[in-house]
C-alpha cells in the first residue's frame, strides 16, 4: 500500500538554527499539506500545497515557515529561525483530489 | 470559521462496555473523518463518511453521520483494551483546497 514517508523521525535542534522537514508524498497525489500537533494537544493545519504553490496557509504559517516541492517528489517545511514553541510533532499528508488523506509518521522536532 | 467540537475530551471506562464519543461542526462539510492516534504515533485513518445517514462499521467500532445535525457519532461496542487511544474527528472543506479541521480530541482509556 503506497504510503507516505517522513524524516527524519525526530530532530533536536537549537533555538534560533534552520531545520529543514523531508516528506516523500504518495507519486500521484495532487494535494499536500503539513499539520503540526503540539503535545497533548489537537492537529493543526499548517499549510497545503497545489499546482507548486501554496494555496492555503494558517495564522501559524508565518515568515518564518516555507515550503518546497524541489524535484517533483520531496515535498519540504522549513522553519528559518527556530523557537521553543515550535517543538511539535509534524505531519505530511498527501491527498488526490481531497479524495481521502494518508498521512506519514511524522517528525518530532524538539527545540532547545 | 468552521468549528469541530468533540465530547467527551476524555473518556475512562472499563472493558466491556459501551460508549459513543460525539462530533459536532459548525458548517457545511464534504466529508468527515475519523482518526485513532497512539501515544507519539501518527494518525491512523478509521472511517471516512461521505454522506448523509453514512453508517460504517470496523469491527467494535461503528461511526455514523448526520450531515442535517452537523454531527457525527463513533460507537464502541464491549470495549477491549487494546481500543485505547486517542480520537480525532475532523471535517474538510471542498473551497479551502481540502485542509483538514480537527477536534480536540477524545482520550480513551479502557481498563481490564
Known amino acids: 500500500e503506497p504510503e507516505v514517508t517522513q524524516t527524519p523521525s525526530h530532530q533536536v535542534t537549537q533555538m534560533g538554527q534552520e531545520v529543514i522537514l523531508r516528506c516523500v508524498p504518495i507519486?500521484?497525489?495532487?494535494?499536500f499539506y503539513w499539520y503540526r500537533q503540539i503535545l497533548g494537544q489537537k492537529v493543526e493545519f499548517l499549510v497545503s500545497f497545489y499546482n507548486n504553490e501554496i494555496s492555503e496557509k494558517s495564522e501559524i504559517f508565518d515568515d518564518q515557515f516555507s515550503v518546497e516541492r524541489p524535484d517533483g517528489s520531496n515535498f519540504t517545511l522549513k522553519i528559518r529561525s527556530t523557537k521553543l514553541e515550535d517543538s511539535a510533532m509534524y505531519f505530511c499528508?498527501?491527498?488526490?483530489?481531497?479524495?481521502?488523506?494518508?498521512f506519514g509518521s511524522g517528525t518530532r522536532l524538539t527545540v532547545v | 470559521e468552521l468549528k469541530v467540537e468533540q465530547n467527551p475530551l476524555f473518556l475512562s471506562m472499563q472493558e466491556g462496555k459501551n460508549y459513543t464519543i460525539y462530533c459536532n461542526y459548525s458548517?457545511?462539510?464534504?466529508?468527515l473523518y475519523w482518526y485513532r492516534q497512539d501515544p507519539g504515533k501518527s494518525l491512523e485513518s478509521l472511517f471516512v463518511l461521505l454522506s448523509n445517514g453514512a453508517v460504517k462499521q470496523e469491527g467494535r467500532l461503528m461511526a455514523s453521520l448526520d450531515t442535517k445535525a452537523r454531527l457525527s457519532t463513533l460507537h464502541i461496542t464491549a470495549a477491549v483494551h487494546d481500543l485505547s487511544a486517542t480520537y480525532f474527528c475532523?471535517?474538510?472543506?471542498?473551497?479551502?483546497?481540502?485542509?483538514?479541521?480537527w477536534g480536540a480530541g477524545t482520550k480513551l482509556i479502557i481498563k481490564p
Open positions: 458548517t457545511t462539510s464534504d466529508r
Open positions: 499528508a498527501s491527498s488526490g483530489r481531497g479524495r481521502g488523506y494518508t
Open positions: 507519486s500521484n497525489h495532487l494535494y
Open positions: 475532523a471535517v474538510d472543506i471542498a473551497d479551502s483546497n481540502y485542509q483538514l479541521i
